[in-house]
């Protein structure tokens, strides 16, 4: 029986091994990198829905629009049974699940993601 020291890699697997290590550093940081990105959110009120005193706020790229909803109420001092509703540019209502990336991405303007929001429906 040998020893297992005996018993090394050849030297095509350990330069994968390094460049795959590189590859996933890189990967990571640019995944880090990606959670530090913000995107400017604007809130604009709609019908009788409460006029926030301070609208612009910085909100991290990769949450999704759940997290600017839930964000929402806390700022209005809003309770989940009470009606929220919230659109971008006055056009749609996004689904929760949207990262708030991908809506900039596609529908900012003047480089702000404009968030209508209202205590009725808007459109029927």
């Known amino acids: 029986m040998t020893d297992s020291a005996d018993r090394s890699l050849p030297s095509w697997a350990s330069s994968d091994i390094s460049e795959t290590n590189e590859e996933a550093l890189r990967a990571l940081q640019t995944y880090k990198k990606k959670d530090a ?14 006029i926030m005193k301070q609208n612009f706020f910085k909100i991290t790229s990769s949450n999704r629009f759940q997290a600017v909803i839930q964000f929402l109420r806390k700022e209005l001092g809003y309770k989940g049974s009470e009606p929220l509703h919230t659109y971008i540019n006055l056009a749609f209502s996004p ?30």
């Open 95 to 124: 689904a929760p699940d949207d990262t708030v990336a991908n809506l900039f991405k596609s529908f900012q303007t003047d480089n702000h993601l404009i968030v209508n929001y209202s205590t009725t429906t808007a459109w029927g």
């Open 37 to 50: 990105d913000k995107v400017i959110v604007r809130f604009k009120a709609v019908g009788n829905a409460p």
